[in-house]
Every structure is written in structure tokens, then in C-alpha cells.
């Protein structure tokens, strides 16, 4: 495994090949089976193939027209009523202060790096795409406002290998007992 994470890149460039369905279904399976706090699974994926919608996406992905080159986008998303009652009226963005809206980032976030390393291992591609908004996303793809939006992947048979980006040091980022 450590190589899988050691060799991920994130891939701006794609053959202009199709990712067949059956891998998509396999790592979708793999983020199914990521861990969620209260076993709650708040994960949502919604998998784009149409040239017209990626467009679309891609316009509110800040205009990265590189995103184009994958042949699929999966639309990670993140469903706080797995935390929260239909009961209670919520309209999420990027400054919504739910302590909910935090859990379920953090678990949907996990579910999507299995995806990525899944990815990885399948011989595909991907790079992790969140520079939107809410509100402009959402209405794209019929999401309700109530649902979070945490990234679209680029998914697709890699053009390019990048190289190596540089890591802090072991010691850096390890404290023993306390800060």
C-alpha cells in the first residue's frame, strides 16, 4: 500500500481514453467501505460523463480548463441529514458554522481518498478539483442546498507523470505527547 501512496500524483492530463464502468463501480465500492464517525456514511457520488455537463462544471472549477481532458468527473458530495433531521431547515455554504457540516467533510473526505488510492492502484488517474462555490455548483447537477459539495475528481488514464513533490521531514511533523 505504501507504494500506491508514495507513487499518487495528482493528473492534469489524460489520455482520451474511456474509464470503464465497471472501474468507476469498483471505486465507488472502495469509498463505501471508508470509516464515518456514528458509522454514518454521508458520501454521495455523482458520476459525470457528458461533455456538456463537465463544461459546466468545469466554468464554476474557476475556468481550469485542463479538467476537460478527463474523460470522467465524480462529484463527491456530502449529505449532513445523515447527522442532522429533515425537520430542521439548513441551506449550507462555505460559511455555514454546523459542527455537522464539519463531521461530514471529514468523513466524506475519507471516502474520497480511498477512491483516489483505488484509483491509483486501477492504473487511472485523478486530482482533487475545489475551487467553486456552493452555490454556483449545485444548481449544475440538481444537488439540493442542503448538501455539501467537498470536490470533483478528475478521473482518467494519465498523460503525464509528474514528478515528486517535495515532503517535510519526518521530524517535522511529529510531537510525542504534546504539542
Given at each position: 500500500m505504501i507504494e500506491q501512496i508514495k507513487n499518487r500524483r495528482s493528473i492534469r492530463r489524460y489520455l482520451d481514453i474511456p474509464v470503464e464502468d465497471n472501474k468507476i463501480i469498483q471505486l465507488l465500492g472502495s469509498a463505501r467501505l471508508a470509516p464515518s464517525g456514528d458509522n454514518t456514511q454521508p458520501w454521495h457520488f455523482i458520476i459525470v460523463k457528458s461533455e456538456e455537463i463537465r463544461q459546466k462544471l468545469t466554468e464554476v472549477s474557476n475556468k481550469q480548463k485542463w479538467m476537460l481532458s478527463a474523460p470522467v468527473f465524480i462529484v463527491c458530495v456530502a449529505d449532513i441529514r445523515s447527522r442532522v433531521a429533515n425537520n430542521i431547515e439548513l441551506s449550507l455554504n462555505e460559511t455555514s458554522p454546523q459542527l455537522e457540516l464539519k463531521q461530514i467533510i471529514r468523513d466524506t473526505s475519507i471516502a474520497i481518498e480511498h477512491i483516489v488510492l483505488e484509483a491509483n492502484?486501477?492504473?487511472?488517474?485523478?486530482?482533487?478539483?475545489?475551487?467553486?462555490?456552493?452555490?454556483?455548483?449545485?444548481?449544475?447537477?440538481?444537488?439540493?442546498?442542503?448538501?455539501?459539495?467537498?470536490?470533483?475528481?478528475?478521473l482518467g488514464y494519465a498523460s503525464e507523470s509528474p514528478k515528486d513533490r517535495p515532503r517535510k521531514k519526518i521530524e517535522e511533523i511529529i510531537h510525542r505527547e504534546s504539542w
Open positions: 492502484n486501477l492504473g487511472l488517474g485523478t486530482c482533487w478539483v475545489a475551487w467553486f462555490t456552493q452555490e454556483e455548483i449545485r444548481p449544475i447537477l440538481n444537488i439540493p442546498s442542503d448538501k455539501y459539495v467537498v470536490c470533483i475528481l478528475t
